[in-house]
T-cell receptor, first 117, second 111 residues
């Protein structure tokens, strides 16, 4: 199946600093990628939809100035958590949908566990 | 009512048992249905994908979609301890919209 690579898999940062998470589609082009957040024992909550070459679309309640998304190419989307605080500690996951012959499938990166201390 | 409902479990079964996992949904426009398996501290891994109604089988896994009842199922035959994970159902109405997820069901298969 299609491969989505997410990096880093885990990161610890100090409160007030910024962290960048990369999401790459390795063997296909992804015009659209999605960023999710998952708290322990909770489901995935969509944060934003990232479109190549245009501004991301954020879900209600997600601060666009705090969670900066850049989708500069068809194979790379980045999420930057700016001025991170302990409450931003979570598991962040990116996803890309692959258009096949008659349908589409969605593949996920490995996820990034962010801990803000 | 939430768009997708899924019993969070936990569900504990003996090795070799048949496992049935289910989700219900309210949006009749959903056409794409997926099941993901997620191990602890890992991203979700696509297990099964179904478009519209019907059944799909892949090895020990069978996915069923009943659009008239807005009900989807995942069956795992001859369950193994390695199947212990959280299983998430997900669905969407088109090929380019984000998926809506269930809360996930935590499954433990006991040897």
């Amino acid at each position: 199946g299609a491969v989505v690579s997410q990096h880093p898999s885990w990161v610890i940062c100090k409160s007030g600093t910024s962290v960048k998470i990369e999401c790459r589609s390795l063997d296909f082009q992804a015009t659209t990628m999605f960023w999710y957040r998952q708290f322990p024992k909770q489901s995935l909550m969509l944060m934003a939809t990232s479109n190549e070459g245009s501004k991301a679309t954020y879900e209600q309640g997600v601060e666009k100035d705090k969670f900066l998304i850049n989708h500069a190419s068809l194979t790379l989307s980045t999420l930057t958590v700016t001025s991170a605080h302990p409450e931003d500690s979570s598991f962040y996951i990116c996803s890309a949908r692959v258009v096949l012959e008659l349908n589409t499938e969605a593949f996920f990166g490995q996820g990034t566990r962010l801990t803000v201390v | 009512q939430k768009e997708v409902e899924q019993d969070p479990g936990p569900l504990s079964v003996p090795e070799g048992a048949i496992v049935s996992l289910n989700c219900t949904y309210s949006n009749s426009a959903f056409q794409y249905f997926m099941w993901y398996r997620q191990y602890s501290r890992k991203g979700p891994e696509l297990l099964m994908y179904t478009y519209s109604s019907g059944n799909k089988e892949d090895g020990r896994f069978t996915a069923q979609v009943d659009k008239s009842s807005k009900y989807i199922s995942l069956f795992i035959r001859d369950s193994q301890p390695s199947d212990s994970a959280t299983y998430l159902c997900a669905m969407s109405d088109s090929g380019n919209t984000p998926l809506v997820f269930g809360k996930g069901t935590r499954l433990s298969v006991i040897a």
